[in-house]
């Protein structure tokens, strides 16, 4: 008899686990980005510590000096893959546009599957990056950064969030959703450095703040 009692409660046990597991499947995000894992906050204050301190000059600046969005493999270019890196259970098409699949953008919570209604980010933004030294590169420099999917540099978010960030940077601008703003400052920090850029005063000042508790 205790051992009926007992495989009656393993059972009973186990059921609630299995819902437990569904409930929280269930509300969490459908998709999740897979943007390469920024250094960490350590070492992003470290790398912060070593960037030039300058005033940015964005004289000149024109999207179209940097190349983006070039062929990456077959028929794919930079944004079809990010966009399927970054999604779910994405379907493409022989010209790898996607048909289906479901996108949750880190930035603010939204989730579609409609990949239309995403954006492809710049982490550093084209602007931000000619006005930190940029606009000294050869076009080849600047093409290579505008497609670069090895660093922590392009991201699938939402339209809305990538339009209301714009070129700002984090002194201006962070994600609404404060979960990813470690995340966020962490990339912007090793992105920066790996190109030596340079950053401006409140630009410096408001990712020290952001990664002191990274």
């Known amino acids: ?3 009926f009692y007992a495989r009656r409660r393993f059972s009973i046990l186990t059921a609630l686990t299995g819902l437990i597991a569904s409930v929280a499947l269930f509300n969490s995000p459908t998709a999740s980005a897979a943007m390469p894992t920024p250094v960490s906050g ?12 300058a005033t940015e000059n964005r004289t000149g600046y024109n999207r179209d000096l940097f190349p983006h969005w070039i062929t990456i493999s077959g028929s794919c270019d930079t944004r079809e893959t990010v966009l399927k890196r970054d999604g779910s259970n994405v379907v493409t098409n022989s010209s790898c546009g996607a048909t289906s699949g479901s996108w949750y953008s880190q930035y603010d919570g939204v989730t579609t599957t409609d990949a239309s209604s995403f954006d492809i980010d ?3 933004p084209l602007a931000e990056a000619w006005d930190s030294g940029a606009s000294k590169w050869t076009t ?12 922590p540099q392009l991201i699938a978010v939402s339209a809305s969030s990538n339009r209301s960030k714009s070129d700002q940077d984090p002194a201006e601008w962070l994600p609404t959703r404060t979960a990813y703003r470690c995340t966020y400052v962490r990339a912007w920090v090793q992105v920066k450095y790996y190109y030596d ?6 630009e410096k000042s408001a990712l020290t703040s952001a990664l002191s508790g990274c």
Do not use: E, P
């Open 1 to 3: 008899m205790a051992k």
């Open 42 to 53: 350590a070492t992003a204050r470290s790398y912060l510590s070593q960037l030039t301190v």
């Open 122 to 124: 710049h982490m550093v």
């Open 140 to 151: 080849a420099q600047r093409q290579a950064f505008a497609n670069d999917l090895t660093r």
């Open 197 to 202: 850029l340079s950053v401006d005063s409140a």
